[in-house]
């Protein structure tokens, strides 16, 4: 039975509502600081915390709710003789009902803040209390979610109480919180070269999506806290809500496009680039971007790195697309994207940000520094140098190749990326994919080393003129030899780029 509840709340939404029925229902009410004074003001008859403690606030509010007085009253365990007697010689009343919500570090952290405005932010008293409750949930009802306030409302007037199995959730979501504020904050005061020995994650529930990678499975997307990154900054103007395919593609295309300063395009199919290029306007890019693999574009997703505008939104709906993701759309863009109800149109203010991916594995997680090296020393290693110009085409096709499954090859030409193969389990299957797709090819990009010369002699069959690769095989000298028996240019980058 509730006889006695401390609130405590940063945001006061709808709990004026709530201690009114707490009162209805002969609770006592005891609070503090700025909830203290709200409910004054509103003339709720409130108990200050100060009254329970002997102890006036100390240390500019930082120091109230942490004493005996407090946590004895919500840690007891009501049907132990030994903790019942301790409180009732030390003159302590339980406190039966703990409804406290936290300082917003979350909102906090991502505006411009000082450092040691930031840190004013970190509730202490708080998730203590609320963990206090949360461990004693069984004498103890603990609310940490507004959303909460109308289920309680209901079991008492139904039932007088709350019962066990709501009691149990409710500790679990103080729990499940306070990971998150720990982690948020852990993330915040975390330097870049730090190491974690616990790996800590701070997310936060967006919604529930209709089903994963297929309809019979359930999933769920969520956000980091920090504000950061392309899934915290993206906005739907047009189209049928996201899947979880839709996520995963739209982010390995917005990460494509963005490796390029150059006005860029992504045609993206199952994960896996199909269609890659560079353009001179945005609808010259999305044109070569297109025309690389008309066929796989159709149903896929396109990234571009630039405002999208009437022109290049003309073009887009004559083929079938699930997700344009631009940083911008003109008006006359968005008009005529429109005409396709069902296509996402979505907006991205940022640029990619993590440091880190992350995979899920049966027992654990596995967790890496994100690819961002391109190469580390080239190295002409033939006879036969690259131009300038194929220097840069190279340049091109590896960042593409970045993003393609392993084995993986990419071939270009004018900076559109016309044979991309990849996920195959050998390098000649892949290589040979590539050059079919990408008839009249001049460069080549593979993710790794060539184990043996066979895709060289595959390569000298083409139009191929320079490949680049890291090097690295201990068969490394038979691909370079093959390379000058064909008077094609070989230039080793030092760094592997697989994408299992």
């Not at 004895?72 to 406190?95: F, Q, S, V, Y």
């Not at 919604?207 to 993206?234: C, D, F, P, W």
């Not at 190295?379 to 140098?385: A, L, Q, R």
Request: aromatic content about 8%.
């Amino acid at each position: 039975m509730i006889k006695r509840a401390l609130i405590s709340v940063f945001d006061k939404t709808n709990i004026l509502e709530f201690v009114k029925f707490l009162q209805k229902n002969n609770v006592e009410i005891i609070s503090s600081g700025g909830t203290y004074k709200y409910l004054k003001e509103n003339h709720i008859d409130v108990k200050e915390v100060c009254e329970i403690t002997k102890a006036d606030e100390m240390l500019d509010g930082r120091v109230k709710t942490l004493h005996p007085n407090i946590h004895g009253g919500i840690l007891a365990i009501r049907d132990n003789k030994n903790h019942m007697d301790t409180l009732k010689e030390r003159k302590i009343e339980t406190i039966d009902l703990v409804c406290v919500n936290l300082y917003p570090f979350f909102e906090k952290a991502k505006e411009d803040l000082a450092f040691e405005e930031k840190i004013e932010f970190i509730d202490i008293g708080g998730p203590s209390m609320l963990r206090s409750a949360a461990k004693n949930f069984k004498d103890v009802l603990v609310i940490s979610d507004i959303k909460d306030y109308e289920t309680v409302i209901k079991q008492i007037n139904e039932n007088g109480d709350v019962d066990y199995k709501t009691r149990k959730s409710f500790a679990a979501k103080v729990f499940n919180l306070t990971t998150a504020y720990d982690a948020a904050i852990c993330k915040f005061l975390l330097e870049e070269d730090d190491e974690e020995n616990y790996f800590t994650a701070s997310y936060i529930k967006e919604n529930n999506l209709r089903y994963g990678e297929n309809s019979h499975q359930s999933a769920m997307v969520y956000k980091n806290t920090n504000g950061l990154g392309m899934l915290n900054n993206i906005i739907k103007l047009n189209g049928k809500e996201l899947s979880y395919n839709n996520i995963k593609d739209m982010d390995i295309a917005w990460k494509v496009v963005n490796e390029f300063e150059e006005i860029a395009c992504c045609g993206l199919k199952h994960n896996t680039p199909c269609g890659v290029a560079i353009g001179n306007t945005v609808v010259d890019a999305y044109k070569k971007a297109h025309s690389c693999d008309p066929v796989s574009i159709f149903g896929g997703i396109v990234a571009i790195n630039r405002i999208i505008d009437k022109e290049t939104a003309t073009e887009m709906i004559k083929t079938f697309l699930e997700i344009v993701i631009a940083p911008g759309f003109t008006e006359e863009a968005i008009t005529i994207l429109k005409e396709k109800k069902n296509l996402r149109v979505i907006k991205c203010t940022s640029k990619p940000n993590d440091k880190k991916e992350i995979i899920s594995i049966d027992g654990g997680l596995l967790v890496q520094e994100l690819d961002k090296k391109i190469y580390d020393d080239l190295k002409v290693v033939t006879k036969e140098k690259p131009s300038n110009e194929e220097m840069e085409e190279l340049m091109f096709a590896m960042k593409v190749c970045k993003y393609v499954k392993s084995n993986a090859i990419v071939v270009s030409k004018d900076k559109k990326a016309i044979g991309i193969a990849g996920g195959q389990v050998n390098r000649i299957w892949a290589t040979k994919q590539a050059l079919e797709r990408g008839e009249g090819a001049t460069v080549l990009a593979s993710d790794a080393f060539f184990p043996f010369r066979d895709c060289v002699d595959e390569v000298a069959k083409s139009n191929i003129k320079t490949i680049i690769q890291p090097g690295g095989s201990l068969r490394d000298q038979e691909s370079i030899d093959a390379c000058n028996e064909y008077g094609i240019s070989m230039v080793f980058s030092g760094v592997r780029h697989f994408k299992h």
